[in-house]
């Protein structure tokens, strides 16, 4: 039967594809395109059907690769976790590859005056692939060290994006790369420790190998708990080890931010989820380790520090940079708050904040597209040029803010309920503080949208900013995932209650109040 | 579902009505006649549509529409109850009189970007409505941000720079109280009862902390900083920068009215007044608004620009109302309630008044309003009459609504209260007379007006005497509202 072979598909389509992209594509950027969007739209197909297959049996999904038995063979494992986290991957994959149709000649041209070099959007695409194969493969895999494989591919790919940027894009990719070579080996490292008290690699295995009371107890564990979670946290941009992101993401091409932004932070947050209690245990973390309070306070400084930072931006894609570092202090605190409500509210705005903030990427994208500057100065004048923009601009926003019935809202309701179901006023006060500082943020560019340049002289004339302003949107391959992200960000918002009893409830970890 | 004699969707589309009028109030920019038929068609029908629930909920019952579950325990839901139908019924009934006027102020003014001006304000009655027929406080909250949002298009119309301060304020106020008080008040009110659900008897455990309640209670009050409790009430002034029909509607009804009734529905529907009443948190409550009345009172006193001296009347009346419920007693809550509606009548034409005088003459100043009644005879009648509302003076319905509250101040043996109420009616009747007398009997050199001034256009002329008639109308039939409040309190 087909539908058995879905979780491997997931992964080998697009796999498989960035070969055929190289091989018969490498003269033909339209082809190229045309490949990348099959094989992603393929992946976010075989991803639904898992996730409606999971839906209506229950009942987790245990692919063997190449039918080899685990512990030994590598083991696929879908859950309700993972294949939301790979439906949301897929798509926002597939809503970028439509956007980059037009964005990616423009920031990777195929011809220079004189000479024509089509094979640098090609190898862009095949790059793409790649990049997905990791995040889906991470996503999917049961393995723990096959996951570190995974992580360098996608890693590996994302470097070579990244590089492909404007500016200092390489020296702020070559920091990346450092930072996020640190990151793996410490992951590796933990691996290899556990490895070497339990001489096993599979994940469900681990499990019940450190369920039993001498490992519990284990320094070695301990030191390999410490070393995964540090080396995860680096690879996601958890405050203090947030150094690289905000520079290697704002130097990016637009098209590669709207890829790398809204996914790399948010699949290394599975990433964190699934090891912590599918690897560990509750606890093992809550009770036997003896940190989750310092780490919640860590994650309260993350976001205020992020929320801080992103005040002072004037350059959008920066600012937006430092609001994924509050973000992720979001999702981090409210994993380890240690209660339901928090970790429910952790799960589901990986899904509100990846929409979110590729929302927001794309529509800053589109008026870097039509202006070619990042500064707030570009979005003057915003709601009369450019109306679609301006509106998905503004749901995004409303979204970060948390204004009902956006995403945004319901994430904080969760989280803020755990924060102060576990008593810890320090976070519940950092996300609402966060809140307030991204509606400054956020209201003070729509503000620039919707009033002239007072400080220009053509303002004196009292035209109300309406001289010149004629309406210029950007191509339909760009409005209409830009659109389509909008709406989800208001259904994600409204279906929330089906979203977490049907899924996200499910993934909560027995054990957890 | 209980069988009702209309559809049971009809809270909804009383909602949509106005939204959905607002693509094509956008796509008919270019006929400004076919624009603005738009708006009125989709205000009857938001009328008609309220209207026929009326006598169903007079008669004693509610309806509730739960339209989807967003939270474990907690949907999108609508309930009609008394209070709901008094504000509704206030606020869409206003609506049409304003889009009158509208027409009148900004054709007459030639404003820019009228579209957008009829947009939003659709948009805006669309959250109204939807505040007032909320059926727990999520869905409030929900509609509550909706407004605020939806009105700063209209606050800032100007797009000048003063437009822009004033619209910073705005948002500042509203949505760093809702977002850093109101919502996470809300928040622990779920935790602590696991319901948001309107409930005349409160929906808090008996054993709840009093200092949990008490400062839940403070949370509430100042999230909700649309009703301008001082000192959180500067955005108020701030916002009459908008174009007049904004002030007037959204300034004196929908927007203020509804913080007020946010609070209103918190005091009675989650805490309740008889806990409000037993735990003496009326005292906290009557101490805030009691502030606010006199000091806003006295600043009024003060203000040479007509509008904002109106605005400052404003925040004194909205901190009557909630002074009126904050009493918890029988009588206070169905004055206060009551007072959403008289107050929005007589405030509404003054502020109708001080548009038309604007259209007219282009004064601001009631400094240079002299004599102005001798050549807008009809429009400072109306004003006239709308400033005896507000004091709470006869012929007009004003005065039942302060009386209830009077009365329910000494149903609560609250008789600091009472000199709250005495003494801020004479303070109201300070500022606003020297106008009326100034407009109409001041000497002849001192008249301000040698030129024969006409009367402003008669769609801005008409709203203000239509109000001001039905001010004196509420005085004799003040049942048409105070019988839907009566109901708030049957069975506490």
């Known amino acids: 039967m087909i539908t058995d072979q879905l979780p491997i598909l997931i992964l080998a389509v697009p796999l498989l594809t960035s070969f055929a992209i190289t091989i018969f594509a490498r003269k033909s950027p339209i082809l190229a395109f045309s490949l990348l969007l099959a094989a992603i739209g393929t992946s976010f197909a075989c991803s639904v059907g898992v996730l409606r297959q999971l839906l209506e049996t229950g009942a987790t999904i245990h692919y063997h690769v190449g039918n080899w038995q685990p512990p030994y063979g590598i083991e696929l494992v879908i859950d309700h976790l993972n294949a939301m986290v790979l439906v949301i991957v897929s798509g926002a994959a597939l809503l970028t590859a439509v956007y980059s149709r037009h964005t990616v000649p423009a920031e990777v041209p195929d011809r220079f005056p004189g000479e024509k070099i089509p094979e640098r959007a090609t190898n862009y695409y095949t790059l793409y692939a790649l990049l997905i194969t990791g995040l889906l493969g991470i996503v999917a895999t049961g393995d723990a060290f096959n996951l570190y494989v995974l992580l360098e591919i996608s890693a590996l790919s994302s470097y070579a994006l990244l590089s492909l940027g404007r500016g200092r894009a390489y020296f702020a990719t070559f920091k990346y790369l450092i930072m996020g070579t640190i990151g793996a080996c410490f992951y590796l490292l933990g691996v290899g420790y556990l490895y070497i008290k339990t001489g096993s690699l599979n994940m469900a295995d681990l499990k019940g190998l450190l369920a039993s009371s001498i490992l519990l107890d284990s320094q070695t564990v301990k030191i390999a708990f410490i070393l995964i979670i540090v080396g995860i946290w680096i690879k996601m941009a958890f405050f203090p080890l947030h150094g690289w992101l905000p520079n290697a993401y704002t130097f990016a091409s637009d098209t590669t931010s709207c890829l790398v932004a809204p996914l790399m932070t948010k699949v290394s947050v599975y990433m964190m989820i699934r090891l912590m209690f599918s690897v560990f245990s509750v606890h093992y973390i809550f009770e036997v380790l003896g940190f989750q309070d310092m780490v919640v306070w860590l994650a309260a400084a993350a976001i205020l520090f992020g929320s801080v930072s992103a005040l002072g931006q004037t350059n959008m894609k920066r600012m937006l940079t430092y609001i994924i570092v509050a973000e992720v202090g979001y999702m981090v605190g409210g994993t380890w708050l240690g209660n339901s409500n928090g970790l429910t509210g952790a799960t589901y705005h990986i899904l509100s904040d990846a929409m979110m903030t590729l929302c927001l990427f794309m529509a800053v994208g589109a008026v870097i597209y039509k202006t070619g500057d990042s500064s707030r100065e570009s979005m003057r004048g915003i709601f009369r040029k450019m109306p679609v923009t301006a509106v998905v601009f503004l749901i995004g926003a409303f979204a970060m803010i948390g204004i009902p019935p956006t995403c945004g809202f319901f994430s904080k309701w969760y989280l803020v309920s755990g924060a102060l179901e576990a008593g810890h006023w320090g976070f519940a006060a950092a996300l609402l503080i966060s809140s307030l500082i991204n509606a400054i943020i956020f209201f003070r560019i729509i503000e620039i949208g919707y009033f002239p340049d007072f400080d220009a002289p053509a303002a004196a004339s009292g035209d109300h900013g309406h001289g010149a302003a004629v309406m210029a949107e950007v191509p339909l391959t760009m409005l209409l995932p830009m659109v389509l992200t909008a709406l989800s960000l208001i259904a994600i918002g409204v279906y929330s209650n089906e979203i977490i009893t049907g899924l996200v409830s499910r993934t909560i970890p027995a054990g957890l109040l | ?492």
Not at chain 2, 10 to 30: E, M, N, R
């Open chain 2, 1 to 492: 579902m209980d069988t009702v004699p209309f559809l049971q969707s009809t809270p909804l589309l009383a909602v949509l009505a106005s939204l959905a009028a607002v693509p094509l109030i956008a796509l008919s920019g270019k006929k400004p006649n076919l624009r603005e038929f738009w708006t009125f068609l989709a205000g009857f029908i938001k009328l008609a549509l309220i209207l026929s629930m009326g006598s169903y909920i007079l008669s004693g019952n509610t309806h509730t529409y739960e339209l989807c579950k967003i939270l474990p325990g907690l949907s999108l839901q609508f309930t009609v109850d008394g209070f709901g139908m008094l504000f509704a019924l206030v606020a869409s009934s206003l609506w049409l009189v304003t889009s009158v006027y509208s027409i009148g102020y900004m054709r007459g003014l030639d404003e820019h970007a009228q579209t957008r001006y009829f947009c939003f304000f659709a948009l805006a009655l669309s959250a109204t409505i939807g505040v007032a027929f909320s059926g727990n406080l999520l869905t409030m909250y929900l509609f509550y941000e909706m407004l605020s949002l939806s009105t700063y298009p209209l606050v800032t119309h100007h797009q000048d720079m003063e437009a822009r301060g004033a619209g910073r304020k705005y948002l500042t106020y509203l949505l760093s109280t809702s977002i850093g008080l109101a919502l996470p008040a809300m928040l622990a009110t779920y935790l602590i009862t696991g319901t948001l659900d309107f409930n005349v008897q409160g929906i808090f455990p008996p054993d709840t902390a009093k200092t949990t309640l008490v400062v839940l209670l403070i949370m509430f009050l100042y999230g909700f900083s649309k009703a301008g409790l001082m000192p959180f009430h500067s955005w108020l002034p701030g916002a009459m920068v908008a174009p007049t029909p904004v002030s007037a509607l959204l300034h004196a009804v929908a927007v203020v009215k509804v913080g007020v009734f946010s609070i209103g529905r918190v005091l009675t529907g989650i805490f309740g007044i008889h806990l409000l009443a037993s735990a003496n948190l009326n005292v906290i409550v009557c101490v805030i608004a009691g502030f606010t009345v006199i000091i806003s009172s006295l600043i009024a006193l003060s203000q040479d620009n007509l509008k904002r001296r109106l605005a400052f009347s404003t925040v004194g009346q909205l901190a009557y109302i909630i002074l009126g419920i904050g009493l918890a007693s029988r009588l206070g809550v169905i004055g206060g309630m009551t007072h959403i509606a008289m107050h929005a009548f007589g405030k509404i034409t003054l502020f109708f008044c001080a548009g038309a005088i604007f259209v007219a003459t282009g004064k601001k100043y009631v400094s240079e309003m002299k004599g102005i009644g001798r050549r807008m005879p009809y429009t400072m009648a109306a004003f006239f009459i709308g400033s005896l509302s507000v004091i709470g003076l006869p012929p007009c319905g004003g005065l039942i609504s302060k009386l209830q509250m009077v009365y329910g101040a000494m149903q609560a043996d609250m008789f600091f209260v009472l000199v709250i109420y005495l003494v801020s009616s004479l303070l109201n009747a300070a500022y606003f007379f020297p106008i009326v007398y100034n407009a109409f009997f001041c000497p002849d050199e001192e008249a301000m007006f040698e030129k024969r001034v006409d009367e402003a256009p008669v769609f801005c002329m008409l709203p203000p005497v239509i109000t001001a008639v039905i001010s004196v109308v509420l005085f004799f039939f003040p049942g048409i509202f105070m019988d839907f409040a009566s109901l708030m309190v049957v069975g506490v």
